[in-house]
Structure formats: C-alpha cells, structure tokens
C-alpha cells in the first residue's frame, strides 16, 4: 500500500515560514521525481516546485526566492520550507511522486497565512 503523507502545515502569519514535509511507505522514492502542488478555492491545482532524482529544482514564479525544495532518500522524504509567506500563498499543499507511469499523491496539508 502506497501512501505519502504531508506535514508541517497550519496557520501563519504574513513574513512567516513553515516547512512541509512529505514522508513515504510503501515506495522507495530513490528513482522517482517529485513535487509539491497547492490549490486555493476555486482555483487550478498549480504546480509550485519539484525536484528530480538527480536533485535538480524548479520553482513557479511567484514562489522563487522564497521556497526551496528538498528531499532526502535515506528518510524516504521530502521537503517544502516555506520563508516570507504571504496571504496569496494559502492553500492546500498536496505532495506528488512519479516515474513514468506510476504516480502517486498525498492527501494534502493547509497552509494559512492571515493576520
């Protein structure tokens, strides 16, 4: 049984940091990329970083600067540390893992940045 489960999420205030964390069973993510999704109501699920097998990154434009993506293979994880939050970045935080044809996500984490 393949599950991912994120963490690390909660209310915020603006300026504020948080790091998510996104553990895993059931798979080895050693050959597998990874991401990190958020998706605010009623909006499109976007894509805000990922990272390869071999480490290399990419964020979206309103997150770079500010998020930095990680992850370590000998925890079987990965990491999302979040730094000068803003309102607009609130949302829920979905985890992904995929190679291929398989795919994976997790069952997400809020994130609140409010005054």
């Known amino acids: 049984q393949v599950q991912l489960v994120e963490s690390g999420g909660g209310l915020v205030q603006p300026g504020g940091s948080l790091r998510l964390s996104c553990a895993a069973s059931?798979?080895?993510?050693?050959?597998?990329?990874m991401g990190w999704y958020r998706q605010a109501p009623g909006n499109q699920r976007e894509l805000v970083a990922s990272?390869?097998?071999?480490?290399?990154?990419d964020y979206a434009g309103s997150v770079k600067g500010r998020f930095t993506i990680s992850r370590d293979n000998a925890k079987n994880t990965v990491y999302l540390q979040m730094n000068s939050l803003k309102p607009e970045d609130t949302a829920v935080y979905y985890c992904?893992?995929?190679?291929?044809?398989?795919?994976?996500w997790g069952q997400g984490t809020q994130v609140t940045v409010s005054s």
């Open positions: 992904t893992a995929y190679y291929f044809a398989w795919h994976y």
């Open positions: 059931g798979v080895i993510l050693t050959n597998y990329a």
């Open positions: 990272i390869t097998a071999g480490g290399g990154t």
